[in-house]
């Protein structure tokens, strides 16, 4: 949960990402060995970060050392090294002075530095500041989780060999990061909002850390409509926390919940936000539009009160500016629910065959519902029960398994 605090603080004080996490992870490490015979210190985040900040300036020092004996060979160099070089006290209070949660957003902007690839600076930025594994980062991304794990290596070993500086980007060279920034932001919200693995339906930490980023970024960049597209899916989104589960934790789908549990200041946010975006005049982006779609949801008072055919013709609208796989399976549904289930089996089962979808999970579980309602139980069944096979997440698992069961037995 801290882990990206640390190396935010770390990578701001020795300008080296790849450093910062060693170091973090020593800290984790240092913590395994001694808190079974000390305890638990009361404040294990501070307990972390110290331990962590002592690490890098001991590292520091050994830098300082090598420039000193380096300098002592030649004159000119001592010369120059004085002259660029910044006082180590100095640096590292400053570096100890600054924000934390400006830190975080620091991180954010070096992964996504225009030396890296796009699919190079994401992945690098979910496995450091959203706490993803590869396995989580590979499935969201639908790639095998070994082309993860080589792109970052190759991330962090990019960004020492350019020595790139931990700071934000000035204005003028947001544009080229921005929306790297965005799409690790949105992932990271999506992780948390349906966890693609583990025993719980959400990751509340990583929807609200991923919409306080996306705060922050509508604040430096009032002027985009992507940012403030986001920020409104988000909070209209996060709205829904409380209905989404049972007292158990067992997930309830969004036609099912109860509505008067959604948050009413999240949907106000996010309908601010939405109108932020269009107000921009550049129109909506992808996530602008699907925003637009989860304010049909926020807006409706009953599930059976849900605009859908305006939901299908965003999904159209989306289609067209951002294809994939993963859209057109969400317009399947739409179209299932705006003109009937046969519509949507028809997009469905035109993806098949898309390689991008044959172990994702949510294909067999749409085509299971669709099935269902054209009352095809025993094929919905099968379908329900390969989607339970599919998902890494064990609450998902049980749904989809009482899905197959119910449907049996219709």
Not at 10 to 39: F, I, K
């Amino acid at each position: 949960m801290e882990s990206a605090k640390i190396i935010g603080v770390l990578a701001r004080m020795l300008r080296d990402v790849g450093q910062a996490e060693e170091l973090a992870q020593d800290a984790l490490v240092q913590a395994l060995e001694r808190w079974p015979h000390s305890g638990v210190p009361e404040q294990p985040a501070a307990w972390l970060t110290a331990v962590a900040k002592n690490r890098a300036l001991d590292a520091l020092r050994h830098r300082q050392m090598q420039q000193d004996k380096e300098a002592a060979i030649s004159f000119e160099m001592d010369h120059q090294l004085h002259d660029a070089a910044p006082d180590l006290e100095a640096a590292v209070a400053a570096a100890l002075d600054n924000d934390i949660g400006d830190d975080v957003l620091r991180l954010v902007f070096v992964a996504c530095h225009p030396v890296l690839p796009t699919d190079g600076r994401v992945a690098l930025t979910l496995r450091m500041l959203g706490g993803l594994s590869t396995e989580e980062i590979a499935r969201a991304f639908l790639v095998p989780e070994k082309t993860v794990a080589q792109r970052i290596v190759r991330a962090k070993r990019t960004l020492a060999e350019a020595k790139v500086p931990f700071e934000a980007p000035r204005a003028h060279e947001l544009g080229e990061r921005l929306a790297s920034v965005l799409q690790v932001i949105y992932l990271i919200y999506n992780e948390g909002y349906s966890a693609s693995a583990g025993a719980d339906w959400m990751r509340p930490a990583l929807c609200e850390e991923a919409l306080r980023l996306g705060r922050i970024l509508a604040q430096l960049q009032p002027d985009e409509p992507e940012v403030h597209g986001l920020v409104a899916l988000m909070e209209i989104q996060s709205s829904r926390a409380r209905a989404r589960v049972d007292a158990k934790g067992e997930p309830i789908l969004l036609l099912e919940q109860d509505r008067a549990r959604w948050d009413q200041l999240l949907i106000r946010r996010g309908l601010a936000a939405l109108a932020r975006a269009g107000a921009t005049g550049r129109g909506l982006g992808p996530y602008g539009l699907q925003a637009a779609i989860a304010a049909c949801h926020a807006r409706a008072r009953r599930a059976q009160d849900t605009d859908w055919q305006r939901i299908a013709a965003l999904y159209d609208a989306l289609a067209q500016l951002s294809p994939s796989p993963v859209v057109e399976l969400n317009r399947a549904v739409a179209l299932s629910m705006a003109y009937g289930p046969q519509a949507g089996l028809e997009v469905v089962d035109g993806l098949l065959e898309a390689p991008a979808l044959k172990t994702y999970h949510l294909l067999p579980s749409v085509r299971g519902d669709l099935l269902a309602r054209l009352g095809r139980h025993e094929e919905a069944r099968i379908e329900f029960a390969r989607a339970a096979s599919l998902t890494h997440n064990e609450r998902e698992r049980q749904l989809l398994l009482a899905r197959a069961r119910s449907t049996h037995s219709a």
